[in-house]
């Protein structure tokens, strides 16, 4: 690439359907707009290709940022942002990539929710989107026993997703109270086009068993998860099944936000144009705050707007923004987990997967960087991803700060970001 | 348009449709264990989107490659933890 093809007016990082609304809504306005994602495809979670086919709902916004000259790359992270105006990435084969900005729309979602109870780390046993997204991408899994456990509206999703695929979907045990849900339920009357989504109650899952105040304690398997005891109505029962698939909710995924300095507090702070507290940086979608992908668009849409200049577009779509937000306080209320989760865990229980550093060592420390100097918890690749959202949970334990690289990284892109330019 | 590619998992050839991923290929070849962990656990994918590492192998010699976020190709020599 050349010096030009790496200066952007509108640098967009993530391309699911906050980025791709920020990038087409900024390039409308003729800025010069950059989409990058570390997927090999367009899409981010919810509109992930399957095998390469690109869901329906994303194919318009992937068809204008094309018709309006937006830059896509694919296939690359950021790991870095040596200096303001300026980020660092790694492409999937390895080679470093330096991007310029004057304005960057952070849009990196959110991940699951990861909850350690025995037998947690044993293969085949998954997030919940986690087995999906595999299965998109054309994981065998017709005929398969699966277990759909944890908590959210992404489970029911999953099970018909997994159905639709050939599963054999068991149960889906849900921690929440069935009251919980009926709430969530009515809550949805106010967003009628949701109700399809939601599908807790709806046909399609008709013949799975969904069970609610559900929720697993254990996996057992020799090599790989062989079956799952759940816990319900103050009893255990066991289920054996090939893949065990649990998720408990999403948490922002905030990183590279806390890296260039933006305020976190539950998600990305932002004001009403998606602004962070850092001059120049917006934030939209997950990064933000739970709360789906009707959110994630219009959040996009006034970052776009807002990004290249158009405020007065930004602000005419506040009350749309509004309405979704009322729909996301709903979700959080609803699926709140439940303080049993907290003891799943015995203290031999494994929190750090890419250490193997059980939950006794941690609780033993006084908090982060005493656990992390100790017993390197949160020191591997995945950089605390996984146990950070579960040690909070689990100990209410903040997240110690963000260092770079965000992610391992070859000593080539390293020392590319190093140079103060190039 | 190919729409299928034929790789090789631990010396196993194997066939994906064109634009699975890495991980696809090695659980259709058979295999549940990807890596073994620092105290030598088996492991396997977790979070589906590159996120949290467990699903790395080797692929055309590259150590450390993370499975679920790599397309396979054809030819392409895989190799996963014992
Ligand atoms: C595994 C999973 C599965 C889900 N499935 C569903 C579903 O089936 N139905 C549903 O309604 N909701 C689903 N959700 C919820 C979903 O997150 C939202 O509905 C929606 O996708 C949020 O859009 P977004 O644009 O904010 O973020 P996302 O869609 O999450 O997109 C963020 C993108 O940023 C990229 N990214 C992150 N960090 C970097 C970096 N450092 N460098 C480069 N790129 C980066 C990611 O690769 C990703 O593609 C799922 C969530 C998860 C985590
Ligand atoms: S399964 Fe988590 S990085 Fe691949």
Redesign the pocket.
Known sequence: MSEGDRSFDVLV???????LAAACRAAAARAIVCL????PRPG???WRASLDRVPGPAVPWIATAARLGVRMIEG???FAAPEPGRLALETGAGEPLDLRYRSLVL??????RFVPFPGWTLPNAM?A??L??LVKSGFPVRGKKVVVAGSGP?LP??AR?LRHAGADVRLIAEQAPLAALARFARSLLHHPHKLA?AAIFGGSLAGVRYLTSSWPVSAQGDGRVQSVTLARGGKTFTESCDYLACGFG?VP?TE?ASLLGCRVSEGVAVDDYQRTTVEGVYAA???TGIG??DL?LVE?EIAGHAAAGQTERASRLFQARDRQRHFARSLARSFTLREELKHLAPDDTLVCRCEDVSLGRVRAATGWREAKLQTRCGMGPCQSRVCGPAVEFLLGWKPDSVRPP?FPVSVNSLSQAGDSGS | MNDAVTLRVNGKPVTVPAGAMVSTAIAAAGFDLFRRSVTGQPRGPLC???ICFECRVTVGGRQHVRSCQTACASGMEVQTDE
Request: overall charge negative; cysteine-free; aromatic content about 2%.
């Open positions: 990082i993530g391309a699911g359907p906050a980025g990058v994602d570390d997927n981010g979670q919810i690359a992270r950021v849009a990196t979602g959110a991940r699951e997030g989107g986690g999906q997204s992404l999703a999953v997703y989504e999403l995924n590279l979608g997950e990064i789906g992908v994630a996009g965000l | 589906g989107m590159g």
